[in-house]
């Protein structure tokens, strides 16, 4: 078992999640709701990704990323062609129900070093940069609702993920 130093500099942290990170990116489409982006960088967080990836300049609230942001590599890309040139060679995976051929659930497998990118809470992803991901994906909803807030989506995406790669059940 690993207890994180926490009381000891944010480097200090940092280097000891280095070897514990897992391959995969999160993107996220900045507009519209601060309280999402923070939300969303603190549930990435919690499956130390690679990197988190945020399109456009719009701010995020510390209140709810927890202070997460301090251990995580967060990178601020200007536009969609920044964010296309930053993850060149690598799948991108869109997660956006209307514009989804399948459902996450019934992928047969997920690469690993996956980066997948969440609309704001807005607009969604814009639809041209939706057309240069390597596929769409949903998330089955069962209610009358059209979408999930994107921080939980982030979290159900990557609980899926984290389902599969620790399988069979493989906590850190
Ligand atoms: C609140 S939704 C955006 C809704 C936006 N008004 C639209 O019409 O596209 C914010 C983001 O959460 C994600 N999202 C929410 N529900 C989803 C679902 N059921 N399947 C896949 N992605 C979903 C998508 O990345 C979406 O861009």
């Known amino acids: ?96 129900k209307v514009a989804a051929a399948t459902n996450l659930y019934g992928v047969a497998e997920i690469p690993d070093d996956v980066v997948f990118v969440f609309g704001s809470e807005r607009y969604g992803i814009p639809a041209d940069f939706l057309a240069q991901c390597t596929q769409t994906v949903a998330l089955p909803m069962f209610g009358v609702n059209n979408s999930f807030p994107v921080a939980i989506t982030v979290g159900m995406v990557l609980g899926e993920w984290g389902r599969r790669r620790y399988r069979p059940g493989t906590t850190l």
């Open 1 to 96: 078992m690993l207890f994180p130093p926490i009381d000891d500099e944010a480097e200090t942290v940092r280097a000891a999640l280095k070897p514990l990170r897992n391959r995969i990116r999160v993107a996220l489409f900045s507009f519209g709701n601060p309280f999402a982006i923070g939300a969303a960088i603190r549930v990435s967080h919690s499956f130390l990704v690679d990197e988190i990836l945020i399109v456009g300049d719009a701010p995020f609230y510390e209140k709810a990323s927890m202070g997460m942001e301090k251990y995580e590599t967060i990178v601020r890309l200007a536009d969609e062609s920044e964010l296309l040139r930053h993850c060149a060679g690598r799948p991108l995976w869109a997660v956006e």
